[in-house]
């Protein structure tokens, strides 16, 4: 079967195309709309043409594709906040005193000793405004007790989401940009006022189901640990799964019980299918059984706050739905396309992350490979023939999206089949337990033996994560995985699996040119542009120096054992340079690489100026040094200051630096000193 060959599915690619244009070309509303307009009246006059000469052109396909590329531009320019007129940003704010009237649309997970919210300006002082910010509140005691459709009004400080100081770490300002958020604010508890609102949207209203949820399951005495996963399990609420549960459940390859998705979904839509069979027998049964499907679905959508994961896995199933229960045949992979296809026209940039990604990959593969997977073997006993067919739904899920996986995750459980041979099958049980405990709590009938024993069920799952968890040895971690082998290992698992499905020789020659090319990516990435760099880190209270040569890292530090353990600017550079050994050396008084010299002068303050003139000064651990002598003296070409420097030093060297005319670089604003050099 050639996917391609159905129109929806080539839709649905020139409209992602489209959607990566607009995200990385600007292309203003005003030439995209008449552009719209003219190519649906091109199309439209074509249509009538060829409709009375009764024959296609190719001029036909060539406009439709070209104006659903436009759609897919147009699509992300309409969801763009930042393009409407009453935009915060287009308000001056600068040296002045404003306040703005937020609504909370989102709660997070705490930060340090902040809480932290997504709010919906609705005003800035009198003048109404839109736009979404994030909102940190300094956890003072008592805290706030605020929750989604809250209105507050709050001082107007505003602060720019900041950048990764350190090379190949997570990019938190771009992932917040891709939601439409450019700032933040800081504020104190008593700096904010709450205003008296009503709870009117979808969002507030199930906020407060799940609070009673919440209080009531504690009345029940479920552990923290417990409610934690039952929060995520059912209600699509992570933040207060504890770190070491979630790498636990990460390291053990089955994170993705602990994000509501296209799995919890997938099973929600089969229980409901059977629950409501019965409805076949009637006239028009079939289609009130859809209708009641569709509309539990999205209830539980509701309750999970409609989280742009739970959003999509109910957007794909309730398409899936409706085609299970249509009497005509239909094709799985023209259904994926029709749901890929209306959830990127509502929400475009749900197709740049990861969840998006990793949901379709997984149906996918389970569609195309899982039948090949399945057909090496037949078991005969039922009980061996349901734990083949789930290993082989596991394993063609695991293909599809571990490439994804290792692109931005950088880690691959090895023992992913055995935990999800253990858990899946358990867990529909699970969750329609799970179902039953949370209305059974809402109305406080809950069984207290039935709250101990689904308590005790979610203690054995967690126990079985942790000990899966704990064999190091099969989890690999930081692996060097770029976009070149994201695409050279999808490109050799479809070529593989064609093969599989239909040997011939054409099919036999793919696979060898398949396998050439990821050599030849690995090649690229492993030997060419080798070059040597030598890097100041940025690290608050410390000082990290590192130099490469070639696959070898040289680092230098005075950080404590648990700190350099644990340092993630190591790991984030290991990962992607690619790092082949890391080797921990002295921290130097004088570094040489491409003939240049650095030299250190920490808090000791001790230098020669005789001995030889540095092309560059590193000022470290706060020494008390007259810049503007040593300047004078050594004449740099860049001054440069690490994070393990005092902030009120820094603020003077810098404007000591600024009067000589001399180039100053602190790591603290403008992240890593890297100087790259050839071989």
């Keep these: 079967m050639k996917p391609l060959q159905f129109p929806i599915i080539r839709l649905t690619v020139f409209l992602v195309v489209g959607i990566i244009i607009a995200q990385f070309v600007m292309v203003p509303i005003m030439y995209i709309i008449p552009s719209v307009g003219v190519l649906l009246l091109l199309l439209s006059l074509i249509f009538v043409f060829e409709k009375k000469r009764f024959k296609k052109s190719i001029w036909f396909d060539a406009v439709t594709y070209l104006l659903v590329l436009s759609i897919g531009v147009l699509a992300v320019n309409v969801n763009n906040e930042r393009l409407r007129d009453d935009h915060y940003s287009r308000i001056d704010l600068q040296g002045k005193s404003a306040f703005a009237t937020v609504k909370i649309k989102e709660v997070l997970k705490p930060s340090g000793n902040q809480d932290k919210f997504v709010g919906s300006i609705l005003k800035i002082d009198n003048t109404s405004s839109s736009g979404t910010l994030i909102i940190n509140i300094r956890r003072d005691f008592p805290q706030l007790p605020l929750q989604v459709d809250d209105v507050l009004l709050l001082p107007v400080r505003l602060s720019e989401i900041p950048v990764p100081l350190n090379p190949y770490q997570f990019n938190y300002r771009n992932y917040l940009k891709r939601r439409y958020i450019d700032h933040q604010v800081f504020v104190l508890p008593n700096e904010v006022l709450t205003l008296e609102s009503r709870v009117n949207t979808i969002l507030g209203h199930t906020a407060k189901i799940r609070n009673k949820i919440d209080a009531q399951l504690k009345v029940y005495q479920f552990t923290k640990e417990q409610q934690s996963i039952i929060d995520a399990l059912l209600l699509g609420q992570k933040k207060d799964i504890s770190q070491q549960t979630y790498n636990s459940y990460a390291d053990a390859g089955v994170i993705h019980i602990l994000a509501v998705s296209g799995l919890h979904v997938g099973i929600i839509l089969l229980m409901l299918n059977r629950l409501f069979k ?165 109305f406080d009938i809950l069984p207290s033996v039935f709250a101990k024993s689904y308590g005790l069920v979610i203690d054995l799952m967690n126990g079985f994560v942790y000990w899966v968890s704990q064999h190091e040895g099969f989890v690999f971690r930081n692996v060097s995985f770029g976009i070149a082998l994201l695409l050279g290992s999808y490109l050799l698992i479809i070529a593989v699996f064609r093969l599989l499905d239909k040997q011939n020789f054409s099919r036999l020659l793919v696979v060898l040119g398949s396998v050439m090319v990821l050599q030849g990516v690995f090649i690229a990435t492993k030997y060419v542009d080798r070059h040597n760099e030598f890097i100041v880190f940025h690290k608050g209270k410390g000082s990290l120096l590192a130099t490469k040569r070639g696959g070898a890292l040289f680092v230098g530090d005075n950080l404590d054992s648990h700190s350099k353990r644990n340092d993630r600017a190591i790991r984030g550079y290991k990962i992607g340079m690619g790092i082949d050994s890391i080797e921990d050396v002295a921290l130097e008084s004088v570094y040489t690489f491409d003939g240049k010299r650095l030299l250190v002068v920490d808090s000791f303050s001790v230098y020669n100026t005789k001995t030889f003139k540095p092309d560059f000064v590193l000022l470290r651990d706060s020494p008390k040094v007259n810049l503007r002598r040593l300047i004078d003296s050594l004449n740099p070409k860049l001054v440069i200051a690490d994070g393990s420097n005092y902030r009120t030093y820094v603020q003077r060297w810098k404007e000591t630096c600024d009067l000589q005319d001399t180039p100053f670089h602190f790591t603290g604003t403008d992240g890593a000193f890297r100087y790259r050099y050839a071989d």
């Design 278 to 442: 019965f409805m076949e027998r009637f006239r028009y049964g079939r289609l009130v059984k859809i209708c009641f499907i569709v509309f539990l679905m999205w209830c539980f959508a509701a309750l999970a706050g409609f989280s742009p994961s739970v959003t999509r896995a109910v957007s794909m199933f309730t398409v899936i739905a409706i085609a299970m229960n249509l009497k005509k045949p239909t094709n799985i992979y023209n259904t994926l396309a029709i749901s890929m296809f209306v959830i990127l026209l509502i929400k475009p940039m749900f197709l740049f992350e990861v969840g998006f990604q990793m949901s379709y990959a997984a149906v996918l593969s389970i569609v195309s490979l899982k039948p090949v997977i399945a057909s090496f073997w037949s078991p005969k006993r039922k009980l061996a023939n349901y734990y083949w067919q789930l290993l082989c739904v596991t394993l063609a899920a695991q293909i599809g999206v571990a490439p994804i996986s290792l692109y931005y995750f950088h880690q691959f459980p090895a023992l992913f089949f055995l935990s999800n041979l253990v858990i899946l099958p358990f867990l529909g049980f699970i969750l329609g337990c799970g179902i039953l405990v949370i209305i059974l709590a809402f």
